[in-house]
C-alpha cells in the first residue's frame, strides 16, 4: 500500500517567509510525527500527534513552529519568520495506532531558507 | 540526548555478513532496541526491533546480550544496497509519546 507522502520535496525560500509543509500519513494510522533532520546528523523529534490533538510538543524549537492535524489525518508543519538556521530535512512518521507502535517514516521535505 | 553509542563507520564486504554493534548500558527493563538505517536523501527505514530475546526478520537478525547492555545487529549477506546509516534506538515499551531519539548512527560502507 501506499507509504508517508510528504508535499513539497523541496522547498525554497527567502529569510522571513512563511512555509507550510505537508504530511499525509499512511491510511488509518492515528499516530503522527515531525522529526528535522540537518546535514550529518540524526533526525530530532519535533512533534507528535495522537489523532487530532498534539500529545508531545516538546520537541517545536520556538513559537515560530506549529503544526496542525485537524481531521485526524494529513498534518500541516508551519514555520512563520524563517531564518536560514531553519534549513533541514522534514521529516514525517506515522504508526498505527499507539505510541509504542513502530513508525513509518516519508521521505522528507528538504527546506533551505536563503 | 540518545542513550545508544555506535562507531562512526564501518565497511563490509559485499555478500559477506555486516555485524554492526551498539552499546546502550543504562537501558532500562522496559525499553525496546529498534533499528532503523537511512539511505542516502530518503526517510529512516524501520528494520527490526526486540526487547530480551534475540529476533530475526527477512531483513536482519537482532541479537541482544543477557545483560541487555548492548546489541548486534546482523545483515546476513550484505549488498551495496545496504549502503546507509544504520541507528540504534532504545525507546520506552509503553511511552506516552513514543518520540525517537536519534544518536549519529553507525556508516555501513558495503564495497564491492
Known amino acids: 500500500g501506499a507509504g508517508v507522502s510528504q508535499t513539497p520535496s523541496n522547498k525554497v525560500t527567502e529569510k522571513g517567509k512563511y512555509v507550510e509543509l505537508r504530511c499525509d500519513p499512511i491510511s488509518g494510522h492515528t499516530a503522527l510525527y515531525w522529526y528535522r533532520q540537518s546535514l550529518g546528523q540524526g533526525p530530532e523529534f519535533l512533534i507528535y500527534f495522537q489523532g487530532t490533538g498534539a500529545a508531545d510538543d516538546s520537541g517545536l524549537p520556538n513559537d515560530r513552529f506549529f503544526a496542525v492535524r485537524p481531521e485526524g489525518s494529513v498534518s500541516t508543519l508551519k514555520i512563520q519568520r524563517t531564518e536560514r538556521g531553519d534549513s533541514a530535512v522534514y521529516l514525517c512518521?506515522?504508526?498505527?495506532?499507539?505510541?509504542?507502535?513502530?513508525?513509518?517514516f516519508g521521505p522528507g521535505t528538504r527546506l533551505t531558507v536563503l | 540526548d540518545a542513550k545508544t553509542t555506535q562507531p562512526t563507520s564501518m565497511d563490509c564486504a559485499e555478500g559477506r555478513a555486516a555485524n554492526l554493534p551498539c552499546n546502550h548500558s543504562t537501558i532500562s527493563g522496559n525499553e525496546y532496541v529498534y533499528w532503523y538505517r537511512q539511505i542516502h536523501s530518503q526517510g529512516p527505514q524501520y528494520i527490526i526491533h526486540g526487547l530480551k530475546n534475540n529476533e530475526t526478520n527477512e531483513m536482519a537478525s537482532l541479537i541482544i546480550t543477557e545483560d541487555r547492555k548492548s546489541s548486534t545487529l546482523i545483515l546476513p549477506h550484505a549488498t551495496l544496497r545496504d549502503t546507509a546509516v544504520y541507528y540504534c534506538i532504545v525507546r520506552v515499551a509503553a511511552s506516552n509519546t513514543g518520540k525517537l531519539i536519534f544518536g549519529q548512527g553507525t556508516t555501513l560502507q558495503v564495497k564491492p
Open positions: 512518521a506515522s504508526s498505527p495506532d499507539r505510541a509504542r507502535d513502530t513508525q513509518y
